[in-house]
């Protein structure tokens, strides 16, 4: 179902014409007016644009937890249009990690207990989970907070757990909605640097909606959202 | 992927001990309420039983008159003590005859007195109503003869009258008639209507006739048929009996009256286990509404987790994982508390029994139904909050505030 040309390697992602409408009729919304996008593996893409734009539409249709009303949406070749919603959500959890504007990180839970939460939904064994969750930790740099819950750290610490949860599982892409949104630059900066170090060291495809243009900076894509449309995405870079 | 869903389960249950206790409670009392109201139940079936066997086994009396309700009997000739006489000789299947008279005096001894119950009949009175001789010793065959002044008492009165003295050997009044006490009965406790079957002095049939009633009536014949015989074959040959020897034509009712107390007793044995069942129903209801109220809770705890089920949705838990996890918490919650509400229960019964000096009886079954029903409730009633939980849309579980 997916006949590429042998030169050219399979996209991560790709999308063409996707649209999506809200509501019906008179009343109806269209967030995406037709999107073209094609992220490689190993990508680092910001997405950026004015509220109402349709970023995070968009974000939400490559996190497989919205589909497009229209349009084909390729996930490693894969139409994801045509799963189910257990198919898309195995989907997410065997390649997708989330990072939010608000962390969402479960309450009254430990730092450790919210890392492991996607192992658990894996099947991991206890010990394997712990040990995969502590070294996720301890590269965000919270080696010793295991015990901590959301409410005893910092925002800059609530998202680097938010961070070890989302690549525990060694995610093919890390899908970022304005990480730095609720902290301040000096914390922003150091959540960039961890989102580039996964992105170069491990490896981890990383998609990021942002406003911030010293956020986007860092990306070495940028995706233009306007009025539901995309303005192609030039590179920073090689892409 | 079961054993994953109790280890999310019990971690939210740990999250929320407060909620989670108060959720439960429902549960606890519920069960416990179901599984008292049965044991107390069965204990009390268990006492009714235990008092119509102290009144005699296969114990028949034969009173004069007949009952008209709202405890009038219509007047009858009396007894004779030649009826109780042929009742032992001619009717088959009969282990002892003893003819009876009793009536209300009042006792005296020393300062004291007691108003109880005199009674004047033979030795075969106390096998007949299944009473044993603690101390002293039976009439002897000239005191029954000569209507001797001599009385055994029960141990109500004893205890009124003597306290921790010994009364064999002492005399005391029995209005105007001085008497010796020769023994002493064993205590049998209140009867199922709650009256002291111990307070009672009996004297020789014919004392009572000569000191005490001035005639020669028997009001009551005492008969216990033999182990193994038919008490409704016995009862049916002495109304028999009666009628011919009392002269009623074929088209009259009978002037007298024959009760069965194994009929009486399971009749009262019966409306115990009745009320048992009905108080059990009624417990039944509070279980449910335990169950509602934990459907209630986990409808409010869906809401309230909103954005933790959109998290959950997000990092690739299936609907049903969600729906599991909900169904195991509900499930968990409301079998911990069919597990306390055993433990409530089994102190409660204990508590009360001792109060209502009834013997403790734990049902097992009972226990066990109850707390099969519980586990039972968290499915039914944490299905459909589990379900609510499991069919969230993740993108708008996530923005929920």
């Known amino acids: 179902m997916n006949a590429q040309p042998a030169a050219e390697p399979v996209p991560l992602i790709t999308l063409r014409g996707v649209t999506k409408v809200y509501g019906q009729g008179q009343a109806s919304m269209h967030a995406l007016r037709g999107i073209d996008l094609v992220i490689q593996p190993g990508a680092f893409v910001a997405m950026m644009g004015p509220s109402g734009s349709g970023k995070s539409t968009c974000m939400n249709i490559l996190g497989c937890l919205d589909t497009p009303t229209d349009g084909s949406y390729r996930f490693e070749g894969v139409e994801v249009g045509a799963l189910s919603r257990n198919q898309r959500a195995l989907l997410r959890r065997h390649y997708l990690g989330f990072v939010f504007q608000g962390f969402n990180l479960l309450a009254r839970t430990s730092a450790l207990e919210n890392v492991e939460l996607p192992l658990i939904y894996r099947g991991m064994p206890l010990a394997q989970r712990h040990a995969r969750a502590r070294s996720a930790l301890a590269a965000v740099g919270l080696s010793g907070w295991e015990s901590h819950s959301p409410a005893e750290l910092s925002g800059g610490q609530q998202q680097r757990v938010a961070i070890a949860r989302a690549i525990v599982t060694e995610p093919a892409v890390l899908l970022a909605d304005e990480p730095t949104g609720n902290l301040d630059t000096a914390r922003s900066l150091e959540i960039m640097e961890l989102l580039t170090r996964f992105n170069t060291e491990q490896d981890i495809t990383i998609v990021m909606v942002t406003h911030e243009a010293e956020m986007a900076a860092y990306a070495r894509q940028v995706v233009h959202f306007l009025d539901g449309l995309v303005d192609g995405g030039q590179s920073q870079g090689a892409e | ?401």
């Open chain 2, 1 to 401: 992927m079961l054993g994953h869903a109790l280890l999310l389960a019990l971690r939210e249950i740990r999250r929320n001990l407060m909620r989670s206790a108060l959720t439960m409670l429902g549960i606890v009392i519920g069960v416990a309420s179901v599984i008292v109201m049965v044991n107390l139940g069965s204990g009390a079936t268990a006492q009714v039983g235990e008092q119509i066997a102290s009144l005699g086994s296969n114990l028949l009396m034969v009173r004069t008159g007949q009952h008209l309700g709202f405890g009038q009997r219509s007047e009858a000739e009396p007894f004779k003590l030649e009826d109780a006489e042929a009742v032992g000789r001619e009717v088959g299947g009969i282990a002892a005859v003893a003819p009876g008279s009793s009536q209300p005096m009042t006792a005296i001894f020393g300062n004291r007195n007691w108003s109880t119950t005199v009674t004047g009949s033979d030795n075969h009175y106390f096998p007949v109503s299944n009473w044993t001789l603690t101390k002293g010793r039976e009439f002897s065959a000239s005191e029954l003869r000569a209507g001797a002044a001599v009385c055994i008492l029960g141990e109500g009165v004893r205890q009124e009258l003597f306290g921790n003295q010994d009364p064999v050997g002492e005399t005391l009044r029995l209005n105007k008639l001085s008497c010796q006490v020769i023994g002493l009965l064993g205590a049998k406790g209140q009867s199922a209507g709650g009256r002291d079957q111990d307070d009672l002095v009996v004297i020789p049939l014919r004392t009572f006739w000569r000191r005490v009633a001035g005639n020669q009536d028997v009001q009551m014949i005492y008969v216990s048929a033999r182990e193994g015989a038919s008490t409704s074959k016995v009862q049916h040959d002495i109304e028999l009996l009666m009628r011919e020897r009392r002269r009623i034509a074929a088209n009259e009712d009978d002037d007298f009256n024959v009760r069965d107390m194994k009929e009486i007793a399971e009749a009262l044995t019966g409306t115990t286990k009745v009320l048992t069942t009905l108080l059990g129903a009624v417990a039944g209801v509070s279980l449910l509404v335990g169950g509602i109220g934990i459907m209630n809770i986990m409808l409010v705890s869906v809401t309230e987790r909103t954005r933790e089920i959109g998290i959950r949705l997000a990092i690739g838990a299936l609907e049903r994982e969600v729906l599991l996890q909900f169904l195991v918490e509900a499930v968990v919650l409301s079998s911990f508390g069919g597990l306390l509400g055993i433990l409530l229960a089994v102190g409660t019964t204990y508590g009360l029994s001792a109060l209502m000096g009834m013997p403790p009886i734990l049902d097992a079954g009972i226990m066990l139904l109850a707390f099969l029903f519980s586990a039972a409730v968290g499915v039914i009633f944490g299905f459909f909050p589990a379900r609510k939980a499991a069919r969230q849309d993740p993108i708008e579980a996530l923005r929920y505030e």
